[in-house]
């Protein structure tokens, strides 16, 4: 599983641990990734392996997946969850911050996926074999200011249908879940990059403001997914009232969405100005 370090990744690790899994784990901060993995022990993973790793780079994630089923014998569930965020308009953003996020996002669920399937094909069918790859609710709505984080989120939506729909034609076992977290209580938006025009704090109060469910919640519903081998899960009712409104509300959802956009940062707003 990739970005174990914090949020829904270690939630995950931890939800996992307490069944008693058996875990290889990677994130690219080392001391939040090796806090993760010791926990997880604690919680009762039967064994844990963290490795610090770039998903963006596609030999460093093709050694770590052969190394991960040198070390366990097999592989039984991939989970690509590593992510990144940008806030910048399409005039203001960096070219270097848009092929960052495209690196992290997309090429990093492209890189962990191709680069493990061949082993979940080699899994005990009667223990299963999955993938999850995480998407976003701005994968499913072209939220203004995230062009760059929304183009990542699509793209993997549309990869992870289409390799499930491959793997359906050819007959094969291997599930794929594609999950729509919408505002989960994560660092995310504070470990992330903006334009010199964006404010950021503003931008990290609002994402508080809309941040609903927590990493625990998301973890449980992503693996609730993978056992009834839900297709697409979305998390939150943020992200369900997403998908609703985009499929039967068309054009029409855009307003309701900047509307209540807008309510969070006049929150914010009066927040900031009332007396302490």
Same mark, same amino acid.
């Given at each position: ?12 690790? &931890? ?11 990677? *994130? ?22 963290? *490795?610090?790793? *770039? ?85 499913? &709505? ?100 997403? *998908? &609703?409104?985009?499929? &039967? ?28």
């Amino acid at each position: 599983m990739t970005g174990a370090a914090s949020g829904i990744g270690q939630a995950l690790a &931890f939800a996992l641990a307490a069944q008693g899994a058996q875990l290889a784990l990677a *994130d690219v901060d080392a001391q939040g990734l090796d806090a993760t993995a010791e926990q997880a022990r604690q919680l009762g993973a039967q064994r844990v392996h963290a *490795d610090v790793v *770039d998903v963006a780079q596609r030999t460093v994630v093709q050694d770590w997946a052969d190394t991960t089923v040198e070390r366990f014998g097999q592989v039984n569930l991939v989970i690509n969850n590593a992510g990144v965020a940008l806030t910048a308009s399409v005039d203001e953003m960096e070219w270097a911050d848009f092929e960052w996020i495209m690196g992290v996002n997309f090429w990093g669920v492209a890189h962990g996926t191709k680069s493990f399937l061949p082993h979940l094909r080699g899994a005990d069918p009667a223990r299963g074999a999955h993938v999850v790859n995480v998407s976003s609710s701005f994968g499913l &709505f072209g939220m203004p200011q995230h062009s760059a984080y929304s183009a990542t989120k699509y793209a993997v939506r549309g990869f992870s249908d289409s390799l499930r729909n491959e793997l359906r034609r050819e007959g094969s076992e291997i599930g794929v879940t594609t999950a729509y977290p919408g505002g989960i209580k994560t660092a995310i938006v504070r470990n992330s990059r903006t334009s010199e025009a964006t404010d950021r704090v503003e931008v990290e109060a609002v994402h508080d403001t809309l941040s609903k469910t927590s990493p625990e919640n998301a973890a449980r519903v992503i693996l609730r997914g993978v056992r009834k081998g839900h297709a697409h899960v979305y998390i939150g009712r943020d992200a369900k009232l997403m *998908d &609703f409104g985009t499929r &039967f509300l068309g054009s029409a959802w855009e307003p309701l969405v900047n509307a209540s956009i807008q309510r969070a940062k006049t929150k914010v707003v009066r927040r900031a100005a009332a007396p302490s």
